[in-house]
């Protein structure tokens, strides 16, 4: 079995991600009202670009957390190859993504 990994967030930050998320997934909800109510398709392209950018500033911000303390964490323990190789294909997939 595959081990999970697990990052700290403080409760103040988890609360933080956690709303953003919810705020992103009530846009999600709205835009699939507007389909349902035949919404002109540049008011619901405007909607898409809109949680994307709020999807990427959700990876941004977890892009730096993991880079600052798990990274940093594993290059002062020894493991650090593994995590920068990590990261980097993370960096890559969340370029793709863009």
Same mark, same amino acid.
């Given at each position: 079995m595959e081990e999970v990994k697990t990052t700290y967030r #403080?409760? !103040? *930050?988890?609360? %933080?991600?956690? $709303? %953003?998320?919810k705020r992103i997934e009530g846009q999600v909800r709205g835009i699939q009202n507007m389909v349902e109510n035949d919404r002109y398709c540049i008011d619901i392209l405007t909607q898409i #670009?809109?949680? $994307?950018?709020? =999807?990427?500033?959700? &990876?941004?911000?977890?892009?730096?957390?993991?880079?600052?303390?798990?990274?940093? #964490?594993?290059?002062? $323990? &020894? *493991? &650090?190859?593994q995590a920068? !190789?990590?990261? =980097?294909?993370?960096f890559k997939r969340f370029s793709k993504s863009q």
């Open positions: #403080s409760p !103040d *930050e988890k609360a %933080r991600l956690i $709303n %953003r998320l #670009s809109a949680i $994307n950018a709020a =999807m990427k500033n959700v &990876g941004l911000e977890l892009l730096e957390k993991h880079t600052h303390h798990c990274v940093t #964490s594993a290059v002062q $323990n &020894g *493991e &650090g190859e920068i !190789d990590e990261l =980097m294909d993370v």
